[in-house]
């Protein structure tokens, strides 16, 4: 089992940067990928990006690609989310969950088993 918990959300101006934080404890993500999702009032949960903990490989959604960045500090056993050139849009409760084994770096919310709280991101115009 995995326990995540993210922080770094807030409220921030359009054209702005944050960066997110995604802390896991419990079983080892070595074999497993953390993925960041967002989800807006009403909406479908989305994928924004993925790291493949073994090495660091990257996977991204092409609507953040360039924008967002995704990290991973192994002594840590954290997830960083690099949000830069915020807009309104990217407003939504922001995410991390990891994978299961044989979909790493899925794009499919369905494929991620263990999920963190969640962390409020408003980008104000």
């Known amino acids: 089992q995995v326990h995540l918990v993210e922080s770094g959300g807030g409220l921030v101006q359009t054209g702005g940067s944050l960066r997110l934080s995604c802390a896991a404890s419990?079983?080892?993500?070595?074999?497993?990928?953390v993925g960041w999702f967002r989800q807006a009032p009403g909406k479908e949960r989305d994928f924004l990006a993925a790291?493949?903990?073994?090495?660091?490989?990257?996977y991204y959604a092409d609507s953040v690609k360039g924008r967002f960045t995704v990290s991973r500090d192994n002594a840590k056993t954290s997830v960083y989310l690099q949000m830069n050139k915020l807009k309104p849009v990217d407003s939504a409760v922001y995410y991390c969950?990891?994978?299961?084994?044989?979909?790493?770096?899925?794009?499919?919310?369905?494929?991620?088993?263990?999920w963190g709280q969640g962390t409020q991101v408003t980008v104000s115009s």
């Open positions: 790291i493949r903990w073994s090495d660091g490989k990257t």
């Open positions: 969950a990891t994978s299961r084994p044989t979909y790493i770096g899925s794009p499919y919310s369905h494929e991620y088993d263990y």
């Open positions: 419990g079983r080892t993500l070595s074999g497993y990928s």
